[in-house]
Structures are given as C-alpha cells and as structure tokens.
C-alpha cells in the first residue's frame, strides 16, 4: 500500500531534471531486477537513482509488468515464487589471483562454475560444470522444464551449453586450448548464464 507521502516522493523524484540525463540502464537489466533474477550492482543503483528518465523507465515497465498479470496477458502464468529468469551475468574477480581457477559465481550468487583440471597442458583435459543454486527463486521452474542453457565469455564464445540434470548441473569439456584463468583474463573477465533462444 502507497502512503500519500510515498506518492509524493516518488512524484518528485519522477519528475525532476537533469543537464543531460539519458537512459542509463537497458531494458533486460531493468526487466531482469523487477523478476528477480538479477539485483542491481551498487554502480547500476546509483545510475538508476541519478537518472529521472531511467527512473521513469522502470516505474513504465513495472507498471506494464504489473498489469500483464492483472490482466493474465503474457505468457503462462507461474507462481509469485517460481518467476521467469532472463540470464545471469558475473565475472572474474581480483581476489581469484590464484593460477588455477576453480570456480566463479554469478553475481545474483544463483549459479556457479566449477573448474576441474585435466592432466594434459594448459586446458587440455579440464572440466566446466555449471551449477543451479536449489534456492533460486527460478530453480523449481529451471529444473521442471529443462531449457537449453549455456555459458559465454565476455567475448561471447560459448563455453558450455546443455540441459541441466536432476541435480541442477550441467558437465561438459572445456573447448578452449587455453586455461580457464588465462581464457577469462583474454576476454573482459566477464561470462553471462543465459537460456538459448529457440
């Protein structure tokens, strides 16, 4: 339930200017925070708050989000627990200064990325398995309906694509020559987890 006060604050924050103001943050960040799938990074708070347009933006798609299910439009309707996931993004962190990368952790934290090494040199022989945190708000959906998933570096290079099993896990080669640690430093230290578009 909205106070008056909250109305009006959010009236004046919506309603101000500012020299040079433009969209700061896509549509998928934004459609991404309202599900649930992805919480904003504290950089992605600040542009929102400093950005009126931004701000409008968001308050527009959740209204349209709001009246989709109000209305039942859109696609099946699901459980408030159990909501659409449109990917996950994270990247390699300074403290992982270690010459072997055993695993990263997308930045919402629901899913990781265990490395295990081969014997052979460089990144002959290793493993990458991806790994769907059970307490995912989207875990029940994911495992229910099985989609094609698959992992991407910063370079867009796929890194791993299947289904997850019953565990929520999904296991295949790693297809680079590289080392995991050497490949991510190559490409922005940056991969996503996303579904594969039919």
């Keep these: 339930m909205t106070t008056p006060d909250q109305k009006l604050q959010e009236r004046l924050l919506l309603s101000r200017a500012a020299p040079g103001d433009r ?3 896509p549509d998928a960040v934004l459609l991404a925070a309202l599900d649930g799938s992805r ?3 504290p950089n992605e708070r600040r542009a929102l708050q400093d ?3 931004t701000l409008r933006r968001f308050r527009q798609l959740s209204l349209e989000r709001r009246s989709e299910r109000a209305t039942g439009g859109g696609s099946a309707p699901h ?3 159990d909501p659409v996931w449109r990917g996950s ?3 390699l962190r300074a403290a992982s200064s270690a010459a072997v990368l055993d695993e990263l952790v ?7 990325l265990h490395f295990l090494p081969g014997q052979g040199p460089a990144g002959a022989g290793w493993q990458i398995i991806l790994k769907l945190d059970g307490d995912a708000p989207f875990a029940a959906r994911l495992l229910r309906e099985q989609p094609m998933l698959r992992v991407v570096d910063g370079g867009g290079a796929i890194l791993l694509q299947g289904r997850l099993d019953a565990d929520g896990e999904c296991e295949r080669a790693w297809p680079f020559d590289t080392a ?3 490949h991510f430093q190559l490409y922005g230290a940056r991969f996503a ?3 594969v578009a039919c």
């Design 23 to 25: 969209l700061m943050l």
């Design 39 to 41: 919480v904003l990074t």
């Design 51 to 53: 950005s009126p347009l």
């Design 79 to 81: 459980a408030a627990n």
């Design 89 to 91: 993004h994270g990247m």
């Design 106 to 112: 997308t930045d919402d934290g629901y899913w990781q």
């Design 180 to 182: 995991p640690m050497a």
């Design 193 to 195: 987890v996303e579904p």
